[in-house]
């Protein structure tokens, strides 16, 4: 458990002295990207979960992938690049829901993966269609994003604030190890006009599925800037840059839930100079002004980046059937992923009568690329002279033009969210499409600790990418709508417990053809589910997280009804800091993750009851204390942690039932950390 001490805001910097580590918060007290409105998440009538700097540190993912799949309800498709929801998650069984910055850029490709999370100040997850905010197009291809959003909140440089802070870590366990090196510097000049700041992480190891292979190295940094010319109008800018090589790596084929004989947890069938190198670039910049104490402007635009250059070999379909086809798969890639983003956005706090209005109104631009090499294909055995071909090229563009009109109202007790947004598509091969995404919710104020709400939201996207024929794209619009009702109670002012139901139907999404390459729009599914969860503190010396997510998720097009991915899902977290005592003020930590048994699939069909993962149970351990407590430095903070401490063998992600990827078996993490 990582937890971050930070100096108070002050105009010049002071030594910080380290008395007692903090208790970890996972609990915040407004959000801001989801619904491009700061507003408590407990009065909106919508879901928003948030991972908080606490929750990010004591992860300690080596990248968003790992991170997010720690999120009950939150799926991916392992890390490989040639599913059409690489870089993109699953929420509420609904797939390929992409993560921007602030709400607004998205990530481009496989930064969606990789991204390195330490200049993370939060996440924000919105749940259930949100194309009324964000759009429709959740992906070039297919029927993506139904399920949510992943909104993540940058690092940005703060104002009349300084501080200094640096950690150092290792990990270390049965062929594993890992090192990482990072900080934080903030500092406020010109009269505390201007601010710049810089997260930095360098992260180097070795995984326990190529403890024999060269290392695995990332670099990452994202300095921004912040500056008031007058009290009423700032300009902001940031960047984030990560280099990263990696050995590549295609999972393992699980059958009966264990390694399909032949295979074990650590098998790695891709060779040492198989790697994936990847470059990932944002740049956002912003000037916003407020006009009077009613109306704010905010003028921005930004660009995401990222080049992969991957090879991979694994198992392939054959992997347990004739041996003497083909049982290997062969991936390679070589791509430029981009999308470039402008938006203008007026925002008004108005009044009508009783009633307290927070407008917002936006116009926005987004364009998405991929161009390069890429192939997959089986073979009997390896060929190391294979060279790109033609066909191996791929070019993709969609464009997209909104509009953007939101009200959230304020009456009494009663909160009021409705919003409807316009989009312009058009596809690189000339194809055009208009969508209108609605969504409207109530929420009621029963008391100071009871609130019920409800919501119904509707996502609207053309199928782009898909072909009816030889030259034929889809163009027709698949479309999903959610009804979600629940309630949040707040036993004392600084804990809530949530809980919501809701039900998701998508139809029109293309659906392939049997026997061709090509498809039609006859697809139809219906997801619906459970969520609960408590975030807060408990008392003065206990905080808890605690999660738990079940999905039921049937495709009405063919009658199919299994579980794709786990039904029921659990994380929980324990923080708690030792009131009196010898160890007083040390804080103690624990967590477990539980995820349920699922069927493997091919191609998202159906195989046997020998095709499962078996559930899993996850417990983690730490302790965290200041050294100035025993006589070290007061300016240093020491963490140890124990990760899988029942070294439960278990698969994390999956792409196929081929190619699974294992979690990490028991490992030990000491960390120092230090603010200044």
Known sequence: MLILAQAEPMGELEETVIEAVPLSKYHVESVSTALL??????????????????????????????????????????????????GQYTIRGMSGSEATIDGSLGLAGPMGTFMDTSALERVELAKGPVGSTQGGAGSTLGAYGAGGSVNLVMKSARLHENFSDYHLQTNFGSDMQRYQLGGDINRSLLDDRLAIRLPFNFDIGQSFWASDYPARESYFFAPSITYAVRDDLRLGMSMSYQYLDQPGYQGIPIYQGKPLPGFDWDSNLSTEDMRDRYHGLTLQAYVEYDANDRWQYKLGAGISRASLDFEHLGSSAYAGGSYDQKPLEHQAGDSVYQQNNIYARANAMLSSGNVDHQVLMQADFNRKVRKGYSFFTSVPEYDPGWSWREDDYQYTRTDRLGFLVQDYMSWNKWRALAGIRYDYHKSHLGN????????????????????????????????????????????DSWRAVQYEAGM??????????????????????????????????????????????????????????????????????????????????????????????????????????????????????????????????????????????????????????????????????NRHYYQAFPGDPRNFEIAIRTSF
């Open 37 to 86: 409105l700061d507003v408590p998440p407990e009065e909106l009538p919508v879901t928003i979960d948030v991972l908080t700097d606490d929750y990010i540190k004591e992860a300690n993912p080596h990248d968003l992938h790992d991170l997010l799949r720690t999120v009950p309800g939150i799926y991916t498709g392992g890390k490989t690049f040639l599913d059409r929801t690489s």
């Open 432 to 475: 055009t499409a208009n969508s209108f995404s609605p969504r409207g919710g109530l929420s009621y104020l029963a008391s100071d600790r009871v609130i019920l709400f409800g919501n119904i939201s509707l996502t609207e996207s053309p199928n782009f990418g898909y072909m009816s024929g030889v030259d034929e794209e889809l163009t």
């Open 488 to 653: 949040r109670y707040s036993p004392i002012e600084s804990l809530w417990f949530s809980g919501s139901v809701y039900q998701i139907d998508q139809r029109g999404f293309a659906l392939a053809i049997p026997d061709s390459n090509y498809y039609e729009t006859e697809g139809e599914v219906r997801s619906q589910g459970l969520e609960l969860s408590v975030t807060g503190e408990i008392s003065d010396d206990l905080s808890v997280y605690a999660a738990y997510a079940y999905n039921d998720y049937r495709n009405l097009s063919t009658g199919s009804h299994f579980d794709r991915h786990p039904p029921h899902s659990f994380t929980g977290r324990l923080s708690y800091r030792i009131p009196a005592g010898y160890l007083q003020d040390v804080l103690l930590g624990v967590s477990y993750r539980y995820r349920d048994q699922y069927s493997t699939t091919h191609r998202a069909e159906y195989i046997s009851e020998d095709h499962f993962v078996k559930a899993s149970h996850v417990f983690d351990a730490s302790m965290s204390m200041a050294l100035s407590k025993f006589g070290g430095s007061d300016k240093a903070e020491l963490t140890f942690r124990l990760n899988n401490i029942f070294n439960e063998r278990y698969i994390e992600s």
